[in-house]
């Protein structure tokens, strides 16, 4: 999984270690891999090395790019099973998705941003983790959709990838703001939340930008609090964890064959969901 930078990952992490702690006395054993961004030649050469460990099933946060679907296809000819957890693949064969519906939680964030603007015409730019991830194109795709249909007034100005980097992300705001381009809404589909957060506070924008953006992670817990972050939606990480190891499990001990997709929940949280600061 591309955990490496990703606080996000922290709460799957957990579910991952609390499956495997249950599970442990029936001869389970995890093996993690994690890297720093997206790339694919990574990712295969991490599977190489899973499968020459000897791992009897892999669980995968997939790059959507044909070498990754090629690879799922090469495993499923191998009988090894795969779950594709946090994000899915298009046309890859795997036993099972367990993760977030994107496409439906970018309609939830332009539903959120078109209720926060009022009716006000909203420039808004888009920064997200990767284009090689089918989750994050599902968030803009779902976005777009809904504001044509709904928000006429809020239009997409442009679209940045920071491969969920908090200091990619700082210095892509940063840019922007410099040469003097104005918007007035930010959705960002993925991680680097802090780091966006940051480049607009240095710019003194803390509430003249909406912010919308997904999850829950330490490093962007005082920008909700401040309100900076307009609204934030999350997927319970938790469960996708928890889940991708025990619905496995279940697979290699006796056959038990998950649904095809295994989809968690949605939650909006705003300023008020998060505790406030101890003075």
Request: charged content about 20%.
């Amino acid at each position: 999984m591309p955990a490496e930078g990703n606080d996000f990952f922290i709460e799957v992490a957990r579910g991952i270690d609390q499956a495997s702690d249950e599970l442990a006395d029936y001869g389970l054993s995890v093996s993690v891999q994690t890297m720093k961004g997206y790339c694919a030649e990574t990712q295969i050469r991490q599977v190489r090395d899973l499968i020459a460990e000897g791992v009897h099933g892999l669980a995968i946060v997939p790059i959507d790019c044909p070498s990754i679907r090629k690879l799922f296809d090469d495993l499923a000819g191998r009988n090894l099973p795969v779950i594709a957890f946090n994000t899915d693949i298009t046309d890859g064969r795997r036993l099972c998705y367990i993760g977030n519906d994107y496409l439906h939680s970018g309609r939830i964030a332009a539903g959120v941003l078109g209720l926060a603007s009022g009716g006000a015409a909203l420039d808004t730019l888009i920064v997200t983790g990767s284009t090689q991830v089918l989750g994050h194109n599902q968030r803009i795709a779902g976005f777009h959709t809904t504001i044509r249909s709904h928000y006429p007034w809020i239009k997409i100005i442009d679209i940045e990838e920071n491969q969920d980097d908090d200091e990619t992300s700082y210095r892509h705001i940063e840019s922007i703001l410099t040469t003097g381009k104005q918007f007035q809404a930010l959705y960002l589909t993925a991680g680097g939340v802090a780091g966006a957060c940051r480049a607009l506070e240095a710019h003194n924008l803390g509430g003249a930008v909406k912010v919308i953006c997904f999850d829950q992670v330490s490093s962007a817990t005082r920008y909700h609090q401040s309100g900076l972050i307009t609204a934030s939606i999350g997927q319970d990480p938790y469960q996708q964890g928890y889940q991708a190891v025990k619905r496995l499990f279940d697979y290699l001990l006796d056959g038990t064959l998950p649904p095809d997709k295994i989809i968690t929940r949605n939650e909006i949280m705003i300023r008020e969901h998060f505790p406030e600061q101890c003075p």
